[in-house]
């Protein structure tokens, strides 16, 4: 593996973000898919991919697979403006997406993605109940970053994924205020049920309600 073959192989794949043929909010193809399309070892794939990441522009989600996250530069300075933001400010910001996110999601949700949001909430319960902070905040991030792919909006997901990183400080700022209790839990069991039940109404208001 040379450096020069995993920057070609980056920049496939970021092609491939660019032009629309892997959309914000989907899955790209497996490792193997991609070692055999691209023609190239399982160790430049990775690294590549890892890069990525790294960029913002893709989220290796555990069990699940890799997502495209971002199309372009704009998490970087989001997510600068985010870090100067006010608490109170971030999480209005954090309303404005979910609410509708949830909403559409009701609607525009397919099997797959109802698959995908309760292997999320699952994930999210389990960490919950085994008191670990720091891969529950990042269970929850990932089970509404699900709920945004479920929206099927790829600009709404794009703006989404650039806000990421200042979602998950509010997260955690939240729980180190509080701590793990039971009266700083929120169940989101309720939101991904009714997005499952198709139900556009409830599921916004389910999640307007935890972020008032």
């Not at 199309?71 to 600068?80: C, K, T, W």
């Not at 720091?134 to 909006?153: C, G, K, S, T």
């Not at 039971?182 to 409830?202: K, N, T």
């Amino acid at each position: 593996m040379t450096y020069r073959l995993v920057e070609r192989v980056i920049e496939e794949l970021r092609a491939k973000v660019t032009s629309g043929e892997w959309p914000v909010g989907g899955r790209i193809p497996t490792e193997p898919q991609l070692v055999e399309a691209l023609g190239v070892g399982r160790n430049t794939i990775r690294e590549a991919v890892k890069a990525l990441v790294h960029a913002g522009v893709l989220e290796t989600r555990q069990g699940s697979g890799t997502y495209v996250m971002s199309s372009d530069e704009l998490a970087g300075v989001v997510g600068r403006r985010m870090a100067a933001a006010e608490f109170a400010e971030v999480v209005e910001v954090r309303r404005a997406f979910e609410v509708e996110a949830a909403r559409l999601a009701a609607v525009r949700r397919t099997a797959a993605d109802v698959a995908d949001l309760e292997r999320a909430l699952d994930r999210r319960e389990a960490a919950w109940a085994a008191g670990r902070l720091h891969e529950f905040v990042e269970a929850d991030v990932a089970l509404h970053a699900a709920i945004l792919a479920a929206a099927h909006n790829e600009m709404l997901a794009a703006l989404y994924a650039s806000f990421r990183s200042a979602m998950r400080a509010t997260v955690a700022q939240s729980f180190q205020d509080e701590g793990m209790t039971a009266e700083s839990y929120v169940d989101h069991g309720r939101l991904v049920a009714a997005i499952r039940a198709g139900d556009a109404e409830l599921a916004a208001k389910e999640a307007g309600a935890y972020l008032e």
